[in-house]
């Protein structure tokens, strides 16, 4: 169980930095063949690391991180050796996982021999090295790299599939992949971000909420009583208050300014909307909602503490009350660990470069500001509420909230592997259920054994709880099918609901695009093309606050074809897809990939949501509408193509 919470901690820990090296890319590979014969020969997969990395071996236990693997798209008509490393892996026991794991750590060749067992049957190796890389400080996520090499000219079928000719189309149909020139204009030019006073607001309500929690709120009376003894001068003691209050937010402002300067906007909106992620983070909020609620406390292990404190005692000045914050930040990471990883993921996918660092600017203020405040007015200190009962309310609160939130990041990764498990009225009566048993915990109805008992609710518990139980009532009606648009960038979308009393509200789409086009074709209609993401939060505000309004829904249904391509859909292709992209040759796995490719390689675009009308032939009619929830603006928009489709 220990394993299990180090890692769920370590995970949040890394949340911001496992693209780092996807980035700066510290592990590399290169690969080669070499024929003995027409039928036999090696494959060589060189790999190259910097300084301080290493990747996994190939047999790991389970709980630990991704072994490397080499994975052959050819399953007939040839026989793969095992491969062979040139330097024996170092196998060790592994801190951070607790587990005995092998890596390599230096620059490695692995050897396959194959041998063509039948001529007939193949014509080229493909496929594509998996692996995982970590130094002391951070993992990369798994990565893939393909390969692919021709061995017989004898065979003309190819195992993979070209854009072009896919399901029998000629050169002519073929076009409408082909790149095109987005007319200009100036509606909604730009992709839309969240405005910084939101993320801002958000971040300093996240860190208040920090502030109310067990692990920050004690540490106010003691940590301003410190200052205040440790200096005669009054003038002096608050002096070092502040400077202790501004170390806080530098701290926590330099983790957002690390995180914009390397990452930047698109890469982290790109994390917060993988699949994989939504799911750790699942299971990582699902962890804390569960210690919130008293099952057990999770701790960064304390000799990361005690190592700060020391050097708090052992430096003077500046220095010394800055290493006096950071071991505040550790100490109480346990409770703000959760708000500050929810509060990234909304900043990542708000689409502005500066987001997180607007957010922890905001979260950074609102928990140092006390100490500040109650030094320079320490009178103050009396009327501090005293530690009590009340603060493990507010934890178990907030256990209820993460548990709630946990769903969010479930339901994208089940709709991206198409799981089925968590359909809109299931998710829905989830949140009825905790929202409710929220409400009740805060009349007293519902005790935890570390709970004091509720001798009288008072006026603030009372109408939380109000709030609590009038919005798991107002949630009911989604088990039919009433939209719930302001909850519409939460819960998933309309079309998995199994049992609507509203159909209405739905409209005929397609989900592949050559379909879709074809269908356009046949029946003289422009097409409007919607690249969304099952993971995509501001596409599902798009769908609930504009694609669901009987305005949107009639100009659509009566003079469109509608194509929403999923850009994160994990369902494998009937066969991979070859394409080449800026000078590489690309191979395309997954329905999500298709749609991804297609949207830069046309469009030169990668964000979503994000759409544009297209006339017959595949060419723009329109510039493309980014996310922006104003009506008008997007049904005028709609009503200018169509007017450019009777035109053109």
Same mark, same amino acid.
């Given at each position: ?13 890394? =949340? ?26 090696? @494959? ?21 991180? +991704? ?29 951070? =996982? ?11 060749? =692995? ?23 970590? +130094? ?62 939101? /993320? ?89 909602? /569960? ?83 109650? &030094?320079? =007015? ?37 709709? &991206? ?111 409007? /093309? ?83 009308? @297209? ?31 009777? +035109?053109?």
């Amino acid at each position: 169980m220990r394993r299990i919470f180090t890692s769920a901690v370590l995970l949040l820990a890394t =949340f911001c930095t496992a693209l780092y090296a996807q980035m700066v890319d510290p592990i590399q590979w290169s690969h080669s063949i070499e024929k003995s014969s027409d039928t036999e020969g090696k @494959l060589l997969f060189s790999a190259t690391m910097e300084k301080g990395w290493h990747f996994y071996g190939m047999q790991l236990p389970d709980g630990g991180p +991704n072994p490397t693997e080499f994975v052959f798209d050819q399953k007939e008509g040839i026989e793969f050796g095992e491969p062979t490393p040139s330097v024996k892996a170092t196998v060790a026991m592994d801190e951070v =996982f607790g587990l005995e794991l092998s890596w390599w750590e230096s620059d490695v060749t =692995f050897t396959v021999s194959y041998k063509v067992t039948d001529e007939t049957k193949v014509n080229k190796i493909s496929g594509y090295v998996s692996f995982q890389g970590c +130094n002391d400080e951070m993992c990369i996520a798994p990565t893939k790299v393909s390969f692919s090499y021709k061995i017989n000219d004898n065979v003309v079928e190819d195992d993979t599939e070209e854009i072009a000719t896919e399901e029998g189309e000629n050169s002519a149909e073929a076009d409408i992949w082909a790149p095109v020139e987005i007319p200009e204009g100036d509606a909604n030019s730009e992709v839309s971000s969240q405005p910084w006073w939101y /993320i801002f607001l958000l971040g300093f309500g996240g860190g208040f909420i920090a502030l109310l929690t067990p692990c920050v709120w004690p540490l106010i009376p003691m940590t301003v009583s410190f200052f205040l003894k440790k200096n005669s001068d009054k003038s002096k003691s608050i002096r070092e208050a502040m400077i202790y209050g501004a170390s806080i937010i530098v701290i926590y402002l330099l983790l957002g300014l690390t995180i914009t300067a390397v990452f930047g906007a698109s890469k982290l909106n790109d994390l917060a909307t993988n699949a994989v992620f939504n799911l750790a983070f699942f299971l990582l909020l699902l962890v804390f909602a /569960i210690s919130f609620f008293g099952a057990f406390d999770i701790k960064l292990p304390s000799k990361w503490s005690t190592s700060i404190d020391n050097r708090a005692e052992s430096t003077t000045g500046i220095l010394s009350i800055f290493f006096m914050a950071f071991t505040l930040a550790l100490v109480s990471f346990s409770c703000t660990g959760p708000i500050i990883g929810t509060l990234l993921v909304e900043a990542a996918s708000s689409g502005d470069i500066v987001g997180p660092a607007v957010g922890m600017a905001g979260f950074a203020i609102a928990l140092a500001l006390p100490f500040t405040l109650f &030094a320079i =007015f320490p009178s103050w200190l009396k009327e501090m509420p005293k530690s009590g009962g009340w603060l493990n309310s507010v934890k178990v609160v907030l256990g209820f909230l993460e548990l709630a939130l946990a769903l969010k990041f479930l339901s994208v990764a089940d709709l &991206a592997y198409g799981w089925g498990i968590l359909d809109r009225e299931v998710f829905i009566c989830l949140w009825v259920v905790i929202f409710a048993m929220l409400g009740f915990y805060l009349l007293g109805k519902i005790r935890f054994s570390h709970d004091s008992p509720v001798e009288s609710v008072s006026i603030l518990r009372f109408f939380l709880s109000l709030i609590s139980l009038s919005f798991a009532i107002y949630l009911i009606p989604g088990l039919w099918g009433a939209p719930l648009k302001s909850v519409s960038a939460f819960v998933p979308p309309l079309y998995t609901q199994d049992f609507n009393l509203y159909e209405d509200n739905n409209f005929k789409q397609f989900d592949d695009y050559d379909q879709g086009m074809a269908y356009a074709e046949e029946n003289g209609l422009p097409v409007l /093309i919607d690249f969304s993401g099952y993971g995509c939060v501001n596409c599902r505000k798009m769908e609930g606050a504009v694609f669901d309004t009987p305005e949107v829904k009639k100009i659509i249904s009566e003079n469109f074809v509608l194509i929403t391509l999923m850009v994160d859909d994990k369902k494998e292709l009937a066969k991979p897809i070859d394409v080449e992209e800026n000078g590489k040759e690309v191979r395309l796995y997954t329905v999500g990939d298709k749609w991804s490719y297609l949207q830069r390689h046309k469009f030169a675009a990668n964000s979503q949501p994000y759409y544009i009308i @297209l006339d017959n032939e595949g060419k723009a009619l329109s510039i493309p509408f980014y996310y922006e929830e104003n009506l008008p603006k997007f049904t005028d928009w709609l009503n200018k193509g169509i007017d450019s489709y009777i +035109n053109n």
